[in-house]
């Protein structure tokens, strides 16, 4: 049984911490990714030695359509959200993994590129953008 990632982006209204629905992102099963954003699928054998950031829960308010699809799952865990900022942080970690030559499965995340691209956009016209996440079995 595999794990596999559901992910989507929000960015929130600092006068109140709603937040509104952006898209949902895909992002390719890597258990090494996984590793690094929230500790999941963190095993000895794959040498990551310290995940970049453990998983810290839902934020008190998501959008709706984040609320609607959390309803609906029974096997989700290690829910979690990361900034733009925490984002280039894992994919700086992750890439300096493939640079030590170190095996990471499928290479640099191209998804993962591609949601830090957003982000910045998001977040040059002045919006907060984040992603939410959470994983299942």
């Known amino acids: 049984m595999g794990c596999d990632i559901h992910a989507f982006l929000e960015v929130v209204n600092p006068t109140d911490n709603s937040a509104n629905f952006i898209s949902k992102i895909e992002i390719e099963r890597s258990y090494c990714l996984f590793a690094f954003m929230a500790n999941v699928r963190n095993i000895p054998e794959r040498g990551l030695k310290f995940p970049v950031f453990e998983p810290k829960g ?24 990361l900034s733009l900022e ?33 982000m910045r956009f998001l977040k040059n016209e002045g919006r907060e953008p984040r ?3 959470y994983f299942d079995n």
């Open 131 to 133: 992603l939410i996440f």
């Open 58 to 81: 839902m934020p008190v308010k998501v959008s709706k359509e984040v609320q609607d699809k959390l309803e609906g799952e029974f096997d989700d865990h290690s829910h979690s959200w």
């Open 86 to 118: 925490e984002i280039e942080e894992v994919q700086r970690r992750y890439q300096s993994h493939i640079d030590l030559g170190e095996q990471i499965p499928n290479g640099p995340s191209p998804s993962l590129a591609e949601l830090i691209t957003k």
